[in-house]
């Protein structure tokens, strides 16, 4: 039985919060803190179960291991925003507790999807005889555990990866994300990147397309992105030759990125606007729906999956893995939409594997450094199931 502490109350913390309270029999004890203790108290009346909730600033490292000492949790799971990863891994090696995130630390005045900063904690974690686990929500998360799982099973040497991620769902609004804005539009307007023969390669931003039929869903275009699984994939798999990662969006989407690029919208960086600085991305995510409001209203099915090919036994072996979700049914469930769904749920497995011993193990790893069979049972388990294809 495992105490877990929950921090972020946003579309994944609703999720991860009603998943950690369908497993009373790991999860005794649940708390659930964020800088607005309004919405973790929003999300605790939603419950069964009762929770305890906390209001935190996990910028700040001091406050953050004062509610550790008092609640005294097993695994803290960080699903707040990636700005708060280093303080959040601070706080758990003061306290030694195990950390689980699922997005990579950014500094906030550059959109760097890179893993160093938190790879730099190993030997510590390693020495505190503690474990984090980096990335444990759908992509990164599942997708790392996609492909290692397939090499563990299904291949000898893997060749080419492919991540695709489609989300076929309509929310009815004119533009929205379906995730913290601007977090997503940092991600979606960086330029794209890819791995191949051993080197990066640069894009202009959204310049590469494809279709691709996804099952359940159909025929999509997909473009080309830099995200962030790529940089440890290609590192613990160095046999893979080419590795890219691909998302649908919509004409609709596109077209309202480009104007909100031209006037300037999208900019990380502070401007100056009647004698105060603003900067323009965080102005725009006030103005843009909360992606938790999108959940009622969010018709259709996400399909994400690893396209994988390379050799087994000498011959050659191409095969999908996937999970397609419906946005109504997860509303249904815990009252979120399949993006904050598909995040939560891992983020919830990740926590348990930790606390239940399965994936303890010191030091800082990212998902395909671990096990992949115990998080590929719990997934169907827990609301996502998979399937996996030879093509
Ligand atoms: P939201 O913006 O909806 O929620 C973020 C929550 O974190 C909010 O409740 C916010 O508080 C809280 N928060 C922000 N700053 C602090 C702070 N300093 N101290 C305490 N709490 C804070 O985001 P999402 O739920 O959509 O996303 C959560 C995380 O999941 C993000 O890191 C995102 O990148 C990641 N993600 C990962 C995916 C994956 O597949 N790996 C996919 C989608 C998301 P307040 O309510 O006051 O604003």
């Not at 609640?71 to 960080?78: A, T």
């Not at 510590?124 to 990164?140: E, H, M, N, Q, Y």
Request: aromatic fraction near 10%; glycine fraction near 8%; charge should be neutral.
């Amino acid at each position: 039985m495992s105490k877990v502490l929950i921090i972020g109350a946003g579309g994944v913390g609703q999720v991860v919060a009603h998943k950690c309270a369908q497993v009373p029999e790991v999860f005794s004890d649940i708390m659930l803190a964020s800088r607005t203790q309004a919405r973790c108290d929003a999300i605790a009346k939603g419950i069964r179960r009762p929770i305890r909730t906390a209001r935190l600033d996990a910028d700040n490292v001091k406050e953050t291991v004062a509610l550790i000492r008092d609640f005294k949790p097993e695994v803290v799971i960080n699903v707040a925003l990636p700005y708060q990863d280093l303080t959040l891994m601070d706080a758990c090696l003061e306290t030694r507790v195990h950390y689980v995130d699922t997005a990579n630390y950014e500094p906030r005045d550059v959109a760097k999807f890179e893993y160093k900063w938190q790879w730099a904690y190993h030997e510590r974690f390693a020495k505190a005889g503690i474990t984090a686990v980096l990335g444990s929500g759908f992509d990164p998360g599942a997708t790392n555990v996609f492909t290692a799982w397939a090499k563990k099973h299904h291949f000898d040497e893997l060749h080419e990866l492919d991540i695709l991620d489609c989300n076929a769902g309509d929310h009815g609004k004119p533009f929205a994300t379906n995730f913290n804005p601007e977090i997503n539009l940092r991600e979606v307007t960086a330029k794209g990147r890819y791995f191949e023969a051993g080197r990066w390669v640069e894009t202009p931003p959204l310049s590469e397309s494809m279709t691709y039929d996804f099952p359940e869903v159909g025929p999509r275009k997909v473009y080309l992105l830099y995200h962030e699984e790529l940089e440890s994939l290609a590192k613990h798999f160095p046999s893979l030759k080419r590795a890219r990662f691909w998302m649908t969006f919509s004409d609709n989407y596109l077209k309202h990125l480009e104007v909100l690029g031209n006037v300037g919208m999208l900019r990380i960086d502070p401007v100056e606007f009647q004698g105060q600085k603003i900067v323009p991305i965080q102005f725009l995510k006030a103005l843009l729906p909360d992606p938790a409001s999108l959940g009622p209203l969010t018709r259709g099915k996400t399909c994400i999956g690893c396209l994988i090919s390379g050799v087994k036994a000498g011959k050659p072996q191409r095969m999908f893995v996937y999970n397609v979700c419906d946005h109504r049914a997860c509303y249904e469930e815990v009252g979120s939409q399949a993006i904050s769904y598909t995040t939560g749920v891992p983020a919830m497995i990740g926590g348990l594997l930790v606390a239940t011993g399965a994936w303890r193990k010191p030091g800082v790893y990212n998902m395909e450094q671990l096990d992949p069979d115990p998080f590929m049972e719990r997934l169907g388990k827990h609301g996502l199931p998979w399937q996996a294809v030879n093509l």
